[in-house]
Structure formats: structure tokens, C-alpha cells
């Protein structure tokens, strides 16, 4: 399970492309990596089940005070029921959550210091590529922020899928791809006991929506151009992973049903809350024009009964659209924590 560091004896690889034909996507579908990562993001999809936004920033802030408590407790052999229960493990908010956020915050910066050219194209602004120059230079630095010196051989390994994960310098452009990218960068962390499964939901509603967060400006400041879009009949031209998380949240939610996402006031007040919402609030921002033209499949989808259907279908849909799609999974990189060997049953 992706719970379990791996052996020191492990040899990390530079992560490279196997998937170069339409008939390696059957290798691709019976590999360890992509049992792993449709694994890891279950496992997140089911942590963050009925969970607002802002429900991790409580726990973690009386996280110092809770854990001395139980610590005293334990000294003296005292049961600590009427102590706030830790989420499993008692383990939470680590100092690597807090290290990823401000490795992302490092990005951001850097897009705040390479303000955007004067060119005749109005989308992929060129200044992009001197933004990512950057990041392609410093991402083995940053993880090694991340990553403990014990584990510093994993670093060249698990700092490629961070540099894949932010768009194509060539084509400025970015899409479905780079944010599985991501989701594996975070998959390989948790694979090298970096972060834990515990962490599951501050590694959704922490990091990923950090990430999120960097991603929509860059999207914004370099008008980065979808990547292999299928503009209105797609779920959306850049993310997918927070539609399934962020209707994953809302699941047996009091009052927001699916209809509700298309209603302005609803989002308005609740967008902070669910990243699902959190999407449709950017998608009206950056597109004009009717919901239902512009965002057709989203506006199909307001008319699922119940948040477990939406989330269901957009789990196979995701399946279908993004990871049994040669266009996005021909650059997909697979080395030693993420393989393409078959599945190994055990």
C-alpha cells in the first residue's frame, strides 16, 4: 500500500515515457502506477467525504496543544477520552504538509517577479517560459525542502513530476496531464513515508488547493491555452481532480444539491467552503456568455439527482476521459515509486 516507505535499499530512477503507442495503453492500464495513483486518489476522494474547506485549519491550529495534552496524559498512564480525538494516528498538519504549501508559495512569488510581455498573441504569453526556466532550474532544490536527507536519493525522482505539473513550456499550455502530474508528485511523497495517508485530508485541502490556487494564476497571467481541450463537451478546460474531490465534500451536504452550482448566490456564499464551487466561480470568471453553452457538460451534470451520483460519474468519467486517453497518458513518466511493471499481486 502506498502507506509503506519503501526499503532503503530502494533504487530511485529518473522517471521516463513508456507509453508511445495507442496499444501500450493496455500496459499503462494493468501497471502498478496505475493501480497506485487510481488508488491514491480514492483514498483522498473518500477522506475528504462531507468535509468543508475550512475544517482541517481548526483541527491543525489546536493540533500543539491536543497532542501535549495526550502526551501528559500517556505519562501518566491516564485514558484521554474527553481529549479532542486526533484523526487516525494522531498524526496531523506535519511539518511536510507545511513545507509543500510554502514550496507553492515560492511559485507564486516567482509569477509576481516575471509580470507577463508585450507580444501580438493575446494567449500563451511568452514570459511563461522564463517563469518555468525557473522552476526547471530550482525543482530538485525545492523538494529537497520536502524531503528528510535520509531519503535525499528520492529527490531527483519525485522532483520530476513537479516539474511536469505546471503546464508545457513549449506549447504554453496545461491541462488534465500536468495536474495528474501532481497527484503522482504527491502520490511518490506519500510512497516515501513524506507524507502519510493520514494526512489525506490536509493533502487536499492544504496542498492540492494551494496548488490549485497557483495553477488558476497561471492560467490567468500567462493566458496558458488549454491542453487538448474539447472546449464546450469537456468537463473543463484546465482541472478535473477537484470536481471529484469538491463533489465528494458536498455529499449529504444539508441543504446544496447538484442544481445549486449553477445559481450565482449559492456559489457566492459557499465557494470558500467546497472547491467544487471554488471551479464554477472561475470557470464564470474567466468565460462569458451563458453557463450552459460555455460549460455544457457541468450544466448536464447540475441535474444529477445527489452529490454520491455526481461524484460516481465523474470518477468513471475521469477514468474514461483523462486516464484511458493516449493524448494525455503518452507523457505520463513512470519510474521506480510509480512502475509500469504489471500490477504484483500480494
Not at 530512477?13 to 492500464?29: F, L
Not at 498573441?121 to 532544490?141: C, H, I, M, Q, V
Not at 535520509?150 to 511536469?164: D, G, N, Q, R, S
Request: charged fraction near 25%.
Amino acid at each position: 500500500s502506498s502507506e509503506e516507505a519503501p526499503p532503503a535499499t530502494q533504487n530511485f530512477i529518473i522517471p521516463k515515457k513508456e507509453i508511445h503507442t495507442v496499444p501500450d495503453m493496455g500496459k499503462w492500464k494493468r501497471s502498478q502506477a496505475y493501480a497506485d495513483y487510481i488508488g491514491f486518489i480514492l483514498t483522498l476522494n473518500e477522506g475528504v467525504k462531507g468535509k468543508k474547506l475550512t475544517f482541517e485549519y481548526k483541527v491543525s491550529e489546536m493540533w500543539n496543544e491536543v497532542h501535549e495534552e495526550k502526551e501528559q496524559a500517556a505519562k501518566q498512564n491516564v485514558s484521554c477520552d474527553e481529549c479532542i480525538p486526533l484523526p487516525r494516528a494522531g498524526h496531523y498538519a506535519p511539518e511536510a504538509i507545511e513545507k509543500l504549501v510554502a514550496l507553492l508559495n515560492t511559485l507564486d512569488r516567482w509569477i509576481d517577479e516575471t509580470p507577463p510581455v508585450d507580444q501580438p498573441s493575446r494567449f500563451g504569453n511568452k514570459a511563461y517560459r522564463t517563469w518555468y526556466a525557473k522552476l526547471d532550474e530550482e525543482a530538485e532544490n525545492l523538494v529537497a525542502t520536502v524531503v528528510p536527507t535520509h531519503l535525499a536519493a528520492a529527490v531527483p525522482e519525485v522532483a520530476v513530476y513537479l516539474k511536469e505539473s505546471v503546464g508545457n513550456s513549449t506549447r504554453i499550455d496545461y491541462g488534465t496531464g500536468h495536474e495528474a502530474a501532481f497527484a503522482a508528485f504527491l502520490c511518490c511523497l506519500c510512497k516515501i513515508g513524506v507524507l502519510r495517508v493520514d494526512d489525506q485530508i490536509a493533502i487536499v485541502f492544504k496542498v492540492f488547493n494551494r496548488y490549485l490556487e497557483v495553477m488558476r494564476k497561471l492560467q490567468k497571467t500567462y493566458r496558458m491555452e488549454p491542453a487538448g481541450s474539447q472546449g464546450v463537451w469537456g468537463l473543463d478546460d484546465f482541472q478535473f481532480l477537484p470536481f471529484i474531490w469538491g463533489s465528494s465534500q458536498l455529499i449529504d451536504h444539508p441543504y446544496l444539491e447538484p442544481r445549486h452550482f449553477v445559481d450565482e448566490k449559492a456559489v457566492n456564499e459557499n465557494h470558500k467552503d467546497y472547491m467544487f464551487l471554488e471551479c464554477i466561480l472561475f470557470i464564470t470568471e474567466m468565460k462569458t456568455g451563458p453557463f450552459a453553452e460555455h460549460s455544457n457538460q457541468l450544466w448536464n451534470i447540475s441535474a444529477v439527482p445527489s452529490w454520491s451520483k455526481v461524484n460516481q460519474g465523474l470518477i468513471r468519467m475521469y477514468k474514461a476521459e483523462c486516464l484511458e486517453k493516449f493524448p494525455v497518458i503518452q507523457h505520463f513518466k513512470f519510474g521506480s515509486l510509480l512502475p509500469i511493471h504489471p500490477v504484483t499481486s500480494g
